[in-house]
C-alpha cells in the first residue's frame, strides 16, 4: 500500500508543478495582451478607413486610371498569406488558422493548388513548419516577424506579395489571419488582399468625387502601398493581440483542470491512507488477540 501512496503524492506533486506553470503564463499573457489589445484598437479605425479609402478610389477610378494592384484577371497563380503564432500552448488558435488556410484553397482555388501553382507567405512560426511539413510550396523569408514586430518587417512582407502581383508571378493574394474580439474570442477571417476589392455602392447612389493633388496616377502609385503596408500591419497586430488571449484563456482553463485533478487525487491519496491505516489497526488487533489466545 505505501507504494501506492507514494504513487499518489508523486502525482499531486508533478500536477501542482504544472499548475504554478500555467498560472505563470497565464499572468505574463495577460500583461502582453494589455499591450498587445492597446495597439490593435488604436490602429484599427485607422486601417478601416485607408482601406474604405482605398476600395472608394479603386471604385471611382475604373476606365479613368490603370492600377496594376487592381487589376482584375484570370488566376493562375495563388499566394497565401497566413498569420500564425511563433509558440504554441495557446489552444486551438493555430490549428484553426491552418484549417481555414487549407478550406480556402480546396474551396477557392482546387485547380490552382493541383498544378502546384499555390504558395504560402507564412508569418508566424507555427504556420511555416506545418505547410512546410505537408510539401507545400512555402516562401520562407518572413516567418520570424513576430520575433520583433515592427511596420518596417511587416511592410516588407507586404512588399513581396506586391511586387509578386505586380509583376504577374501571382493573379490573387489571400490573406487569412485571426482578428481580435476580446481575450476570450477571436474571429478567424479569410480576406482578399489583391486584386484590391472594389467598394460595392448601393443602387443608386453617386460616385464620391475626389480632389487629387498632385496627379491622380501619382498619388495612387504612392498611396496604394501605403495602405496596403497598413492593412498588413493592422492583420499582424490583430493576430498578435489574438494569441496572447488564446493563450491566456487556455492557461486559465488548465489551471482549473489541474485544480479539479488535484481534488481527486487527493481524495484518491485520502482513501488509500485510511486503507492503509485500517490494515495497519487490523494487523494489530489480530496480533494482539493471537497472543493473549
Given at each position: 500500500?505505501?507504494?501506492?501512496?507514494?504513487?499518489?503524492?508523486?502525482?499531486?506533486?508533478?500536477?501542482?508543478?504544472?499548475?504554478?506553470?500555467?498560472?505563470?503564463?497565464?499572468?505574463?499573457?495577460?500583461?502582453?495582451?494589455?499591450?498587445?489589445?492597446?495597439?490593435?484598437?488604436?490602429?484599427?479605425?485607422?486601417?478601416?478607413?485607408?482601406?474604405?479609402?482605398?476600395?472608394?478610389?479603386?471604385?471611382?477610378?475604373?476606365?479613368?486610371?490603370?492600377?496594376?494592384?487592381?487589376?482584375?484577371?484570370?488566376?493562375?497563380?495563388?499566394?497565401?498569406?497566413?498569420?500564425?503564432?511563433?509558440?504554441?500552448?495557446?489552444?486551438?488558435?493555430?490549428?484553426?488558422?491552418?484549417?481555414?488556410?487549407?478550406?480556402?484553397?480546396?474551396?477557392?482555388?482546387?485547380?490552382?493548388?493541383?498544378?502546384?501553382?499555390?504558395?504560402?507567405?507564412?508569418?508566424?512560426?507555427?504556420?511555416?513548419?506545418?505547410?512546410?511539413?505537408?510539401?507545400?510550396?512555402?516562401?520562407?523569408?518572413?516567418?520570424?516577424?513576430?520575433?520583433?514586430?515592427?511596420?518596417?518587417?511587416?511592410?516588407?512582407?507586404?512588399?513581396?506579395?506586391?511586387?509578386?502581383?505586380?509583376?504577374?508571378?501571382?493573379?490573387?493574394?489571400?490573406?487569412?489571419?485571426?482578428?481580435?474580439?476580446?481575450?476570450?474570442?477571436?474571429?478567424?477571417?479569410?480576406?482578399?488582399?489583391?486584386?484590391?476589392?472594389?467598394?460595392?455602392?448601393?443602387?443608386?447612389?453617386?460616385?464620391?468625387?475626389?480632389?487629387?493633388?498632385?496627379?491622380?496616377?501619382?498619388?495612387?502609385?504612392?498611396?496604394?502601398?501605403?495602405?496596403?503596408?497598413?492593412?498588413?500591419?493592422?492583420?499582424?497586430?490583430?493576430?498578435?493581440?489574438?494569441?496572447?488571449?488564446?493563450?491566456?484563456?487556455?492557461?486559465?482553463?488548465?489551471?482549473?483542470?489541474?485544480?479539479?485533478?488535484?481534488?481527486?487525487?487527493?481524495?484518491?491519496y485520502n482513501r488509500a491512507r485510511q486503507a492503509a491505516i485500517t490494515t495497519e489497526l487490523t494487523e494489530i488487533v489480530s496480533g494482539a488477540a493471537a497472543l493473549q489466545g
Amino acid at each position: 500500500m505505501s507504494g501506492a501512496l507514494k504513487e499518489v503524492r508523486n502525482r499531486i506533486k508533478s500536477v501542482q508543478s504544472t499548475q504554478q506553470i500555467t498560472k505563470a503564463m497565464k499572468m505574463v499573457s495577460a500583461a502582453k495582451l494589455r499591450r498587445a489589445q492597446d495597439a490593435i484598437t488604436q490602429m484599427r479605425p485607422y486601417a478601416q478607413k485607408l482601406q474604405e479609402m482605398l476600395g472608394n478610389i479603386v471604385s471611382n477610378s475604373e476606365g479613368d486610371v490603370s492600377i496594376a494592384l487592381a487589376a482584375q484577371r484570370p488566376v493562375d497563380n495563388v499566394m497565401v498569406i497566413i498569420v500564425t503564432s511563433d509558440r504554441g500552448l495557446c489552444g486551438g488558435y493555430n490549428s484553426n488558422l491552418i484549417k481555414l488556410a487549407k478550406q480556402v484553397i480546396d474551396e477557392k482555388y482546387p485547380q490552382q493548388f493541383a498544378k502546384g501553382k499555390v504558395q504560402i507567405l507564412p508569418i508566424g512560426k507555427k504556420g511555416y513548419e506545418n505547410f512546410t511539413k505537408h510539401g507545400f510550396k512555402v516562401i520562407n523569408q518572413y516567418w520570424d516577424i513576430f520575433s520583433g514586430l515592427s511596420f518596417e518587417k511587416v511592410q516588407t512582407a507586404a512588399k513581396h506579395a506586391m511586387e509578386a502581383f505586380a509583376n504577374k508571378e501571382v493573379d490573387a493574394v489571400e490573406l487569412i489571419y485571426s482578428e481580435f474580439k476580446n481575450a476570450a474570442t477571436q474571429r478567424f477571417v479569410s480576406e482578399q488582399f489583391l486584386p484590391i476589392a472594389k467598394v460595392e455602392k448601393a443602387a443608386g447612389q453617386a460616385n464620391a468625387d475626389f480632389l487629387f493633388e498632385p496627379g491622380k496616377d501619382v498619388l495612387i502609385a504612392e498611396l496604394m502601398p501605403k495602405i496596403l503596408n497598413t492593412q498588413l500591419f493592422k492583420a499582424t497586430l490583430d493576430a498578435n493581440a489574438s494569441e496572447h488571449g488564446a493563450r491566456m484563456t487556455a492557461m486559465d482553463k488548465a489551471s482549473d483542470n489541474a485544480n479539479e485533478l488535484l481534488k481527486s487525487l487527493k481524495i484518491s491519496y485520502n482513501r488509500a491512507r485510511q486503507a492503509a491505516i485500517t490494515t495497519e489497526l487490523t494487523e494489530i488487533v489480530s496480533g494482539a488477540a493471537a497472543l493473549q489466545g
